[in-house]
């Protein structure tokens, strides 16, 4: 096998990590605004903080794969 | 594929200007050319779409970025802040026009940015609480003796990474998009070439893929807008969230 596959599949196991973590922010966000709608802009915010959080593993995940 | 991303990365360096350094003088350009046109004409009433949206712009920036994350001090805050992040937002839109080298998709212009915040929140920080207490205020209070120094530096090694963090964050979102775009654009010519060749209904056949492709292209798209906006609204967001913290007092 090439490095460049297995830096893609080694990218491919880390997007599972940032998908999950993107995830559980959604979800945590989601629950948050049903239950309280008036703290909808506050918690967006957080919700996208943490969804860059979790997207930047992958991303480096992704330019490491490319680069290597 | 491969032998795109190696010939973009086996490309002359050029000492003094690259396509990247031209995009990014004309986005900084723009930038305050859109600025100095919206602040010359400044009034209680704005008139028009550009003005008033403008003026949104800037307000929704003031309330959210400023006091809602660094509280009633903001306004010493909100020149850098506005500038990174109208700066970064104009040069990812750039960056999203076909042919445009995005200013934001190389490591050094987002390297330079994170410097930048890096040592704005880090000067702001001594300022406040002068070196010794600065350097304290790493460790969170009312973990005893040994645990302490442990966390002491766990935490200087945090405030290091963010430096690193921040400017790839940008980066590999810059230059992720615009390689998932370049990929879709190459396959939905890949599978239209064979028309080009010779008109018959076996070529046309096999150009249905590229209408796939495209339809997924123009979806990319829209989705790296919202990309573009996203990432300079996080990169100011976090930045705004670091001077914070340093300039946090305990109570």
């Given amino acids: ?68 | 594929m491969q032998e795109v991303i190696a010939h973009k990365a086996s490309a002359p360096v050029t000492p003094f200007m690259s396509q990247y350094t031209v995009w990014l003088i004309i986005a900084v350009c723009v930038c305050i050319l859109v600025m100095v046109l919206a602040a010359k004409k400044v009034s209680l009433i704005p008139e028009g779409r550009f003005f008033s949206g403008i003026e949104q712009l800037t307000n929704w920036f003031r309330w959210d970025i400023g006091y809602n994350t660094i509280g009633p001090e903001a306004d010493k805050h909100i020149p850098f802040l506005a500038a990174l992040f109208f700066f970064i937002l104009t040069s990812n839109l750039i960056g999203l026009i076909p042919g445009v080298a995005c200013p934001t998709g190389v490591i050094g212009t987002t390297f330079a940015l994170a410097l930048a915040s890096f040592i704005y929140f880090n000067y702001y920080g001594f300022k406040t609480h002068g070196f010794l207490k600065y350097m304290k205020s790493f460790a969170p209070e009312g973990v005893f003796f040994p645990m302490n120094i442990i966390v002491w530096l766990l935490e200087l090694i945090s405030c290091f990474v963010r430096l690193v963090t921040l400017a790839v964050r940008l980066f590999a979102n810059m230059y992720a998009g615009h390689l998932i775009l370049g990929a879709f654009a190459l396959l939905s010519a890949l599978f239209f070439a064979p028309i080009l060749q010779g008109f018959t209904g076996g070529a046309l056949l096999g150009a249905l893929p590229s209408v796939l492709w495209m339809a997924l292209l123009i979806l990319m798209y829209a989705m790296e807008i919202m990309v573009a906006c996203i990432q300079a609204y996080v990169f100011t967001m976090l930045s705004a969230v670091y001077i914070q913290l340093a300039i946090a007092t305990e109570h």
Avoid: D
């Fill in chain 1, 1 to 68: 096998m090439s490095a460049f596959a297995i830096g893609i599949i080694g990218y491919g196991l880390g997007v599972i990590g940032a998908g999950i973590g993107i995830g559980l922010s959604a979800h945590g966000a989601a629950t948050g605004m049903a239950r309280q709608p008036e703290m909808q802009s506050r918690l967006f915010t957080v919700f996208i903080l943490g969804a860059a959080f979790s997207e930047a593993l992958a991303l480096i995940g992704l330019v490491l794969a490319l680069i290597a």
